[in-house]
């Protein structure tokens, strides 16, 4: 055999190999990482072992805390799903979208003091999302679970995503177990399956199949959402467990160790595959936790030392956990205490992929703070929920800039402010202290949305105080043109 002159010569050769080393190192730094979002339902702020339960346990949930950024001041875009969800897929407030209330939602209050604007019963086709942007820049894109943007002609598969499994308008499943899921979720199974359980197994072939491509997997289960059903081995632990901190729900407790199970396939695949370097991991939800009596007459949880819950636009109602893992990039175990929304993800995934991020966004991208910086600075953040909620929530609106929040009520037109770093419990409303502040953010906050072209509620002409909490028929919901 003749050598090359390269390989009859060390420095050559050497030489060769390093650039080449060199080549490779530099490609795998320039790939584009895979993304998986992993949206829980009705999750509340304190219901994880890294946030503070002790009676709730999540490992799996503790691990990717250890291993990615927490983010302390973490808020969905609305205290409901669908408004929230819609903002995740377009970067852009429930106030633009028109999506301001969970599809299906109804006004059902005929003598109330306000009757709501009109909204969306879908996620607009003319809104770009998330998964479409991907998709153009060569991801491959699944959405397995809950959709709830819209059914037929608005479905996943109608807004970038190459697979959708399992999602459609629902909102909710009537029940964990197959095949009694079937009268509402789309998704076939096994007879016992457990609906949280089989959303992993489908998200593992997807990571199985795709392995060797770039992707986005959006994972947005159906818990820990009503109705509250735990596998019965898990209910019967919790149920021998001491109650901790208003955590004392054996169901419920039970679906929180089903679906931080979920999250230990998901990462234990990735490893398996030798993806975890490459991929990029978020987990959060889409509002605060159910403490209102909305179920079976009892709080599904307790989001203390926050205010209220699901359906609000107190603490409770809006914080929510956050976690990112980006490896090589984000320190592990780091926190950020700036306030962030659901609206930052599309930029923040795009910025990532290295793709152009639109201007005409809400959101801003987080990678800045992912790469190590200490903050990006104060800006406004704004909730806009113009309805009354099953969970007795009113139509009302807020702001977050800096440490200081504000709510306007629209009932009565009253406002709260609260110092958020001093009491992040809302318990003393400094409106009447502080009317100089109270003021100028109350003016930001509708300067943003006249700006925006949101609908305000209207006064009701049948209001009658003595009856505004009783319920009649569906008054709508009436889609917004």
Known sequence: ????????????????????????????????????????????????????????????????????????NGYSAAPVCSPTRGAL?????????????????????????????????????EEKTLAEYLRDGGYRTACIGKWHLGGAGFLPTDQGFDIGLGGDEAGSTNSFFYPK???????????????????TTEAVRFLHDNATRPFFLYLPHFAVHVPIEGKPDLVRKYASKPPDGGHNYDEYAAMIESMDASV???LDALDELKLADNTVVIFTSDNGGVSSLEWKKRPVT?????????????E??????????????TRPGSRSDDPVSTTDFLPTMLDMAGLPVPTALDGHSLAPLLRGRSTLGPRDIIWFFPHYSPQLGKPSAAIRHGDDKLILFYEDDHTELYNLRADPGETRDLAAEQPAKASRLRARLESWLRQTGARLPVRNPQFDPARERETGPPMGPVTRK
């Open 1 to 72: 055999m003749t050598l090359s002159k390269a390989a009859r010569n060390p420095m050559t050769s050497r030489r060769a190999f390093l650039g080449t080393l060199a080549a490779g190192l530099a490609s795998a730094a320039t790939r584009r990482p895979n993304f998986i979002f992993i949206l829980i339902d009705d999750l509340g702020w304190r219901d994880t072992g890294y946030n503070g339960s002790r009676y709730y346990q999540t490992p799996h949930i503790d691990r990717l805390a250890r291993t990615g950024m927490q983010f302390t």
């Open 89 to 125: 897929m377009t970067g852009r407030h429930p106030a633009r979208t028109g999506v301001t209330l969970h599809l299906q939602g109804t006004h059902r209050l005929p003598y109330s003091k306000l009757l709501p604007p009109p909204h969306r019963l879908e996620l607009p086709l």
């Open 181 to 199: 899921w079937k009268a509402k979720i789309p998704l076939e199974g096994e007879e016992g399956d457990y609906l949280t359980d089989r959303l």
């Open 264 to 266: 230990g396939r998901i």
């Open 302 to 314: 307790s989001n203390l030392p926050l205010r209220a819950g699901k359906g609000h636009l107190y």
């Open 316 to 329: 409770g109602g809006i914080r929510v956990p956050l976690l990112v893992r980006w490896p090589g990039v």
